[in-house]
């Protein structure tokens, strides 16, 4: 009677388990979950195959030690007889060898060519001209630079639906990584290197960006908004922009580079044309003091 109470005890936690789970993951935003983009679909679709394919032999194996504990836990040593035969079984020795290194060998396959495939320096093809846009990841802080356009913004990036983005990336700050989890993969952003990433962002909506490489004491307020919007809206943000916004000269860039956390969100119109070449040159040469000259 105990044992049959005990049973149906387990039965019933598991079940509340997987219907909170179940309610959990319905409910909470899970941006690697949730793509919105050509290259996080893709990675999401990657996920989820290497997951089941992961699961052929972790479920059996976990399901088998959960049975076997229960089995020969020590109130059954008198009624479970422990007699061990598979030592000499060639088949089940065969079995759980053969099935693992399958797997290991399809997982191989899929993970060279998701490699190639996936890699963040591959232009993306589409019908509408691709985006330029620089980033100089900063202390700690993003800055975003539309050099064809004249514009530039601290923690927004506004980008256009259905239509490809190329991002050139460095960092005027200790090392830094670049990740908007429903767009894409993370990129680091490395000072006196330039680093790139293409996206495209197939659905309108506003997502979150952030670092995700530990960069000091304000790391956790590195954050930043990527707003996609459709094509009409996005030039007319460039323009209005353009005619309002204060110029971002080399003087005011050098003032932005001071270390400072939980920064809002700031315009600006005409930047310096060489900003983000002179940030990457700077870390190059030996009598560097910290300025874009």
Known sequence: MLRTKRRWFVALA?????????????????????????IADKEFRLLVTVTVLMSIV???????????????????????????DWESNKFIEGTW????????????????????????????ASKNSTLNVQVIALDWKWLFIYPALKV????????PV???VHFYLTADAPMNSFWIPQLSGQIYAMPGMQTQLYILANQPGEYNG???????????????????VSATQFKAWASR??????ALSLARYNSLIQPSAYVKTRFFSNPATNIF?????????????????
């Open 152 to 159: 530039a913004t601290i923690n927004k990036l506004m980008l």
């Open 58 to 84: 972790a479920l059996p194996v976990f399901g088998l030690l959960i049975y076997i504990v229960w089995k020969y836990n020590e109130k059954n040593h008198t009624k479970k007889k422990y007699s061990p």
């Open 14 to 38: 598991l079940i509340v388990i997987v219907v909170l789970s179940a309610i959990y993951l319905a409910n909470v935003n899970i941006p690697i979950l949730e793509p919105k983009g050509v």
């Open 210 to 228: 952030w670092s995700a490489n530990i960069s000091g004491i304000g790391f956790a307020g590195m954050m930043f908004k990527a707003d996609v």
């Open 277 to 293: 070449s002179q940030t990457i040159d700077k870390y190059m040469v030996a009598d560097y003091h910290g300025a874009v000259q």
């Open 97 to 124: 060898w053969a099935i693992p290194t399958i797997l290991i060998v399809i997982l191989s396959v899929i993970t060279w060519n998701a490699t190639y495939a996936l890699n963040p320096y591959n232009p993306i």
């Open 241 to 246: 922009t353009v005619s309002s916004a204060p």
């Open 162 to 164: 259905n239509t490809p």
